[in-house]
């Protein structure tokens, strides 16, 4: 059955009208489009999932592990968004789940069109009012879903976790980074306060709301279980350059810590506030080596790697040393 007449069934609009592709899926796994409902007179947005469809990697990792990892992340987004994300609200806003169909072929997503509901500005750097807008959506999110389980997500967030990283771990050079990656891990996956992480929170995947004060996240592949400072570290990285780094470095930890609070509040949530705060403000810098050692392995002339990355990083490796060595 031609997409467009699974659409039309799916959303039980004879009338349904393709209106656009909004972007190709990584690797060619797919697309996203955009479609209008005359009978519910509102656009959707589809994510077409087709594995059959990939092309080659961009930078020449095809692997059947990363095939693999791929099909799991698509997998895991489906999860997510029958799921989990009806139990967000406004304060970590993400489309909602309108229907969903998957066969052997094919996999549909419609969602809300975050365009049409005034979620239609992106960024690709930031300055520190769209950066602390999207730490409190970090902070929101990882407050609801705190102690969350994990069924049918990742065990692990993140798409640079080690597990699913072991070509790049390889093609490594020889360093503290390649011999403590395991520490590293180890050390993050054993946090007392685990939440689910976005897994992939760069300025890309927001969506801010034309009136400045709110954001929404979409592309939640790599979403499971985790450390928040996971999503926290990349978030900074993925759009602050190293002056930007520099100058709100500890601005951006702070504001975390304190949106957190109000989250945990709003949500009702009980727990030992002081102890998450110590363990948030000792993980951040691991988080930012776990990164930084990805970055090493998959792509180490990458721009996100900067003095300030290094140095954090060097901070987290020296906690982590210490740890070992009591």
Not at 44 to 60: E, F, L, N, T
Request: glycine share 6%; with cysteine.
């Amino acid at each position: 059955m031609q997409l467009l007449e699974q659409l039309k069934s799916l959303i039980e609009d004879p009338k349904l009208i393709l209106a656009e592709e909004v972007q190709s899926l990584w690797s060619g796994y797919g697309q996203i489009i955009r479609c209008y409902s005359p009978k519910n007179n509102t656009p959707y947005i589809v994510k077409v999932i087709a594995p059959q469809s990939a092309s080659s990697h961009p930078r020449g990792w095809n692997t059947s592990v990363g095939h693999q990892r791929k099909l799991t992340s698509y997998q895991v987004e489906s999860s997510f968004y029958q799921y989990y994300a009806h139990l967000t609200d406004g304060a970590c806003k993400v489309p909602l789940l309108i229907a969903s169909k998957t066969s052997e072929e094919v996999t549909l997503l419609v969602m809300e069109d975050l365009d049409n509901n005034g979620f239609d500005q992106r960024k690709d750097r930031a300055n520190w009012q769209s950066l602390s807008v999207a730490i409190r959506w970090l902070a929101y999110f990882h407050a609801k879903f705190m102690g969350s389980p994990k069924d049918k997500l990742w065990a692990h967030g993140t798409y640079w976790h080690l597990s699913t990283r072991q070509d790049e771990l390889n093609a490594m050079p020889d360093s503290d980074y390649k011999q403590y990656a395991r520490g590293i891990d180890q050390v993050l996956n054993n946090a007392r306060f685990q939440t689910l992480v976005h897994g992939d929170a760069k300025f890309e995947n927001l969506c801010f709301h034309r009136n400045g004060h709110d954001v929404a996240a979409v592309d939640f592949q790599y979403i499971g279980q985790g450390s928040g400072v996971k999503d926290l570290a990349y978030l900074a990285g993925s759009c602050l350059d190293n002056e930007g780094l520099n100058e709100f470095g500890d601005a951006i930890i702070d504001e975390y810590i304190t949106q957190l609070k109000q989250a945990l509040v709003h949500y009702k949530i009980n727990l030992d506030f002081d102890a998450l705060e110590q363990e948030t403000r000792e993980l951040y810098p691991v988080a930012w080596a776990d990164f930084y050692r990805f970055l090493l392995g998959w792509n180490p002339e990458s721009w996100k790697i900067c003095d300030y990355m290094k140095q954090l990083s060097q901070k987290g490796l020296e906690q982590l040393k210490g740890i070992e060595y009591k």
